[in-house]
Nanobody, 125 residues
Framework: QVQLVESGGGLVQTGGSLRLSCAAS????????MGWFRQAPGKEREFVAA????????YYADSVKGRFTISRDNAKNTVALQMNSLKPEDAAVYYC??????????????????WGQGTQVTVSS
């Protein structure tokens, strides 16, 4: 059974940092593009970051560029999102997603085949 499980969410003060992790299981995800999305209450899900299977292409939403870093460890079947200089507007449920050998449309949720259950990030002002 294919599963993506996020961890690392929590409560942090404005300006603080969190590191989210997504562990994939059920098969190797070394050929999948991995993405992070987030959804705040009352808002639509939005793209945060994506990394292709070789790590050769990385995209960030403009709102997080320069503050967030996505990385992956194919040997461990994990992807991480390092979030620095957090702002109240970063508060949301963060979701990990996987798309097999996709290199286009990575900012679109419809591109991804598998999703995790999400981890809550709360930023206090």
């Amino acid at each position: 059974q294919v599963q993506l499980v996020e961890s690392g969410g929590g409560l942090v003060q404005t300006g603080g940092s969190l590191r989210l992790s997504c562990a994939a299981s059920g098969r190797s995800f070394s050929s999948d593009t991995m993405g992070w999305f987030r959804q705040a209450p009352g808002k639509e899900r939005e793209f945060v970051a994506a990394i292709t299977w070789t790590g050769g292409i990385i995209y960030y939403a403009d709102s997080v560029k320069g503050r967030f870093t996505i990385s992956r460890d194919n040997a461990k079947n994990t992807v991480a999102l390092q979030m620095n200089s957090l702002k109240p507007e970063d508060a949301a449920v963060y979701y990990c997603a996987a798309a097999y050998r996709q290199a286009f449309g990575l900012r679109l949720g419809a591109t991804y085949d598998y999703w995790g259950q999400g981890t809550q990030v709360t930023v206090s002002s």
